[in-house]
């Protein structure tokens, strides 16, 4: 859908096509004010969203009733034209924070300047894509789309957005859902306070949790001890990939390791695989560090100019310097990374040009819309007691906070007190919000009883992202559970042949049947773990998998006796070539297996 490039001044550049997706409702009937979700970011684009939508249990349960519209605002996602395509991919190439800061922020400040001056000369620039232009965006949006009413979900920067389409266009707004809202009316950066609150409270959770408590005891004096020790010497792992390390060089600094921490709780899943993480530093487990790295240069889906940029233009401004300064000041643990990143945006912020700061993209006014917060109570970045204060400004507005639960809440497939909460608010946006179901939502799972390796969440997860990995892994999964039916079958046809036959036969049943019973074991044990925290996996197997995976080598060595004795009984007529080329691909199968398993450092 094409909008002006600014609602200000509405000959200024060619018009931005705005990418939108309309995802049905599971219901013959659905009601006739769909659900529109901005994700934040700002920059992300909801429409990478659409699978979610399909097959999410919190997007469910709003199809049942209604219709979903993804909006990928201006800026963002498949919306064209893209905002400075060779800037935004050379600041993806850049080192991540805390690794080499001079020549990061040189760059970053060189790439915005640039951008800027690109967009400039296009009859645009960074405040094109504020806040207030989405707005207005979405209710040209309403109107084209000929609906009478809808209601607005918006996402951390997302409720920005939203709550400027409200503003723009209170009459077509049936109500408001906000989830971990970055509020227009309070500061938005990453204060190092609100971090440290975060990482007190999981700490607070794992000494109140008995098996975290006794694997991890005085957590909070180690990770300091184990900060001050990266402050006085970094930790240097070398023979890297030069292609993503400079030099193949990677430099474990007190604030890269602080921004790790910082970015894990964002999520309840990796907030508990925090005593991990501390356990892995004071080991300098190489591979925990490899992933750290990975982790933090990995490419985002998110437009990080706009990311960056948008929030120096509608946000920085309003932002009280003494308070900042203060917040940076602040001694604590996770909070420095926090601050030494925000710290790095007044750089970019000084190569962005921008208009008076303009007050409206500071203030919320009431229009009566109902309104519902959800947040979570260890969220980072946009901390319960910040939207709480910020929502005050809103009579009409209520908050829920979620326990247990941090800033990305709305990815938790296990728990569904907050997809009760925003259903029910859909439904009857102006009865009482009931929210007993929070009393009920556990606390934070942490990742105990592992044996640690460090390497498996690296080897499986490279492999999950590569379907052809995952097409071979199942064709040896099935040649080995075929294996106890085919030789069964052979032996019953060849039970009066010779004993090099059935020997043949009996080891490749033997190799079938033990990978079944490994496998199963391997799922049981494994299944839990990636339920509540996939990322402990990087760290370690549980300790019932270890003690089995010896398995691995005696599967493997059957299946090999079981392709030999193939070949020589196929020679003397025994078995036909067919069969012996299945046993020989048995038998590769089960070495292949303990192969993978071997890697991961075990017995």
């Given at each position: 859908?094409?909008?002006?490039?600014?609602?200000?001044?509405?000959?200024?550049?060619?018009?931005?096509?705005?990418?939108?997706?309309?995802?049905?409702?599971?219901?013959?009937?659905?009601?006739?004010?769909?659900?529109?979700?901005?994700?934040?970011?700002?920059?992300?684009?909801?429409?990478?969203?659409?699978?979610?939508?399909?097959?999410?249990?919190?997007?469910?349960?709003?199809?049942?009733?209604?219709?979903?519209?993804?909006?990928?605002?201006?800026?963002?996602?498949?919306?064209?034209?893209?905002?400075?395509?060779?800037?935004?991919a050379a600041l993806r190439q850049l080192p991540p924070a805390g690794l080499d800061d001079e020549?990061?922020?040189?760059?970053?400040?060189?790439?915005?300047?640039?951008?800027?001056?690109?967009?400039?000369?296009?009859?645009?620039?960074?405040?094109?894509?504020?806040?207030?232009?989405?707005?207005?965006?979405?209710?040209?949006?309403?109107?084209?789309?000929?609906?009478?009413?809808?209601?607005?979900?918006?996402?951390?920067?997302?409720?920005?957005?939203?709550?400027?389409?409200?503003?723009?266009?209170?009459?077509?707004?049936?109500?408001?859902?906000?989830?971990?809202?970055?509020?227009?009316?309070?500061?938005?950066?990453?204060?190092?306070?609100?971090?440290?609150?975060?990482?007190?409270?999981?700490?607070?959770?794992?000494?109140?949790?008995?098996?975290?408590?006794?694997?991890?005891?005085?957590?909070?004096?180690?990770?300091?001890?184990?900060?001050?020790?990266?402050?006085?010497?970094?930790?240097?792992?070398?023979?890297?990939?030069?292609?993503?390390?400079?030099?193949?060089?990677?430099?474990?600094?007190?604030?890269?390791?602080?921004?790790?921490?910082?970015?894990?709780?964002?999520?309840?899943?990796?907030?508990?695989?925090?005593?991990?993480?501390?356990?892995?530093?004071?080991?300098?487990?190489?591979?925990?560090?490899?992933?750290?790295?990975?982790?933090?240069?990995?490419?985002?889906?998110?437009?990080?100019?706009?990311?960056?940029?948008?929030?120096?233009?509608?946000?920085?401004?309003?932002?009280?310097?003494?308070?900042?300064?203060?917040?940076?000041?602040?001694?604590?643990?996770?909070?420095?990374?926090?601050?030494?990143?925000?710290?790095?945006?007044?750089?970019?912020?000084?190569?962005?040009?921008?208009?008076?700061?303009?007050?409206?993209?500071?203030?919320?006014?009431?229009?009566?819309?109902?309104?519902?917060?959800?947040?979570?109570?260890?969220?980072?970045?946009?901390?319960?007691?910040?939207?709480?204060?910020?929502?005050?400004?809103?009579?009409?507005?209520?908050?829920?906070?979620?326990?247990?639960?941090?800033?990305?809440?709305?990815?938790?497939?296990?728990?569904?007190?907050?997809?009760?909460?925003?259903?029910?608010?859909?439904?009857?946006?102006?009865?009482?919000?009931?929210?007993?179901?929070?009393?009920?939502?556990?606390?934070?799972?942490?990742?105990?009883?592992?044996?640690?390796?460090?390497?498996?969440?690296?080897?499986?997860?490279?492999?999950?992202?590569?379907?052809?990995?995952?097409?071979?892994?199942?064709?040896?999964?099935?040649?080995?559970?075929?294996?106890?039916?085919?030789?069964?079958?052979?032996?019953?046809?060849?039970?009066?042949?010779?004993?090099?036959?059935?020997?043949?036969?009996?080891?490749?049943?033997?190799?079938?049947?033990?990978?079944?019973?490994?496998?199963?074991v391997l799922a049981a044990a494994l299944m839990p773990v990636l339920r509540e925290s996939p990322?402990?996996?990087?760290?370690?197997?549980?300790?019932?998998?270890?003690?089995?995976?010896?398995?691995?080598?005696?599967?493997?060595?059957?299946?090999?006796?079981?392709?030999?004795?193939?070949?020589?009984?196929?020679?003397?007529?025994?078995?036909?070539?067919?069969?012996?080329v299945y046993r020989i691909l048995v038998g590769l199968s089960a070495l292949s297996l303990g192969?993978?398993?071997?890697?991961?450092?075990?017995?």
């Amino acid at each position: 859908m094409p909008v002006p490039a600014s609602w200000d001044r509405l000959d200024a550049g060619d018009p931005i096509t705005m990418y939108v997706v309309r995802v049905p409702s599971l219901a013959a009937d659905p009601a006739p004010d769909p659900v529109v979700f901005l994700i934040g970011g700002p920059g992300f684009g909801a429409s990478r969203a659409w699978r979610g939508a399909l097959e999410h249990p919190w997007w469910l349960a709003i199809r049942a009733r209604r219709d979903v519209i993804l909006v990928d605002e201006r800026g963002s996602g498949r919306s064209t034209p893209p905002v400075c395509p060779e800037e935004e991919a050379a600041l993806r190439q850049l080192p991540p924070a805390g690794l080499d800061d001079e020549a990061r922020r040189a760059a970053m400040r060189r790439l915005f300047t640039d951008c800027a001056a690109r967009l400039q000369a296009q009859g645009r620039g960074f405040d094109t894509y504020r806040s207030r232009h989405v707005g207005r965006d979405l209710a040209a949006l309403r109107g084209a789309l000929g609906l009478e009413r809808w209601n607005l979900f918006g996402l951390s920067y997302g409720a920005r957005q939203v709550l400027a389409a409200m503003e723009a266009d209170p009459a077509g707004t049936r109500a408001v859902l906000l989830g971990s809202p970055a509020m227009p009316n309070a500061p938005t950066f990453a204060t190092a306070a609100a971090f440290d609150d975060s990482l007190a409270y999981v700490l607070r959770q794992c000494a109140s949790d008995a098996a975290c408590a006794a694997e991890s005891p005085d957590l909070t004096t180690r990770l300091r001890e184990g900060f001050d020790a990266l402050a006085a010497a970094p930790w240097i792992v070398d023979g890297l990939d030069p292609a993503i390390y400079s030099n193949g060089r990677l430099v474990v600094t007190r604030e890269l390791a602080a921004q790790s921490i910082g970015l894990m709780l964002y999520d309840r899943q990796l907030s508990g695989a925090i005593p991990l993480l501390a356990g892995a530093l004071e080991r300098r487990d190489v591979h925990v560090a490899r992933s750290i790295g990975g982790a933090l240069a990995g490419a985002s889906a998110a437009n990080q100019l706009i990311g960056i940029g948008v929030p120096c233009v509608e946000a920085r401004p309003h932002i009280d310097p003494a308070a900042l300064a203060a917040d940076r000041a602040r001694p604590g643990l996770v909070g420095t990374g926090a601050a030494s990143q925000d710290a790095e945006h007044d750089v970019v912020c000084a190569a962005v040009p921008s208009p008076p700061p303009d007050p409206a993209d500071a203030s919320v006014v009431d229009h009566g819309v109902p309104i519902l917060a959800l947040v979570g109570a260890f969220d980072p970045i946009t901390p319960a007691a910040r939207v709480r204060a910020a929502i005050a400004a809103l009579p009409s507005a209520r908050v829920v906070e979620l326990p247990g639960e941090s800033h990305r809440f709305f990815l938790a497939r296990a728990e569904g007190c907050a997809r009760e909460l925003a259903s029910a608010f859909l439904d009857d946006p102006a009865a009482p919000t009931d929210a007993r179901c929070t009393a009920a939502m556990p606390p934070i799972r942490f990742a105990t009883g592992l044996h640690p390796t460090g390497v498996p969440g690296a080897r499986v997860g490279a492999l999950a992202q590569q379907p052809g990995w995952l097409a071979a892994a199942g064709l040896v999964v099935l040649l080995l559970l075929s294996a106890p039916v085919v030789a069964a079958a052979a032996a019953w046809r060849q039970r009066r042949a010779t004993e090099r036959a059935i020997a043949s036969n009996g080891l490749l049943a033997t190799t079938g049947i033990a990978s079944l019973v490994l496998l199963a074991v391997l799922a049981a044990a494994l299944m839990p773990v990636l339920r509540e925290s996939p990322f402990a996996l990087g760290f370690g197997v549980p300790v019932q998998v270890a003690s089995w995976l010896g398995l691995a080598w005696p599967i493997a060595a059957c299946g090999i006796a079981a392709a030999l004795a193939g070949v020589l009984a196929s020679r003397r007529g025994l078995h036909s070539r067919a069969s012996m080329v299945y046993r020989i691909l048995v038998g590769l199968s089960a070495l292949s297996l303990g192969a993978f398993l071997g890697t991961m450092g075990l017995p």
